[in-house]
């Protein structure tokens, strides 16, 4: 069976109560929910990791990856520093879709610039919670080498 890997940075354990207008009222709990709905129909396993701390991240990559397919990724804020965490994506040899709940590009200056994108499959911003069911059925046709 085909297993995604879903990483969620600092701070998304906060999601339902930090700013709705950038990142909606969805819990983390829930938008979990709604992936495994979403995972079900597509035949994937989901593995869902989240931290605070950057080398807890890295090392559930570094031990998950050799059983996962792709890896569905929000640095959160990470996305512009976390350059271990993006070795290890890397490192992985695994497709990799990031996510962000708002749209970056729209935000602080300082948010704007990610050293993810540079080498992932697809990001996608601005989506809030969808963003991670568009990231899934992404790097499932992917998987399957359908795009």
Avoid at 19 to 34: A, F, V
Avoid at 56 to 67: A, G, M, P, Q, R
Avoid at 84 to 94: G, K, N, T, V
Wanted: charged residues 25%; negative net charge; contains cysteine.
């Amino acid at each position: 069976m085909t297993m995604i890997l879903i990483v969620n940075g600092p701070n998304l354990d906060m999601l339902g109560k930090r700013d709705p207008n950038h990142y909606g009222t969805t819990t983390l709990k829930e938008l979990e929910d709604r992936l495994l709905e979403r995972a079900d129909g597509l035949d994937i396993e989901l593995d869902f990791f989240q931290s605070n701390i950057e080398g807890e991240l890295v090392t559930f990559i570094n031990k998950s990856c050799s059983n996962a397919n792709g890896i569905i990724i929000n640095p959160a804020g990470l996305t512009k520093v976390g350059f271990s965490l993006l070795d290890a994506c890397i490192d992985s040899h695994l497709p990799v879709v990031e996510v962000h709940l708002s749209n970056i590009q729209k935000r602080e200056p300082w948010r704007s610039d990610s050293i993810f994108s540079r080498v992932v499959d697809a990001t996608l911003t601005g989506m809030r919670w969808m963003g991670y069911v568009a990231a899934l059925d992404f790097l499932a046709a992917r998987i399957k080498k359908e795009v």
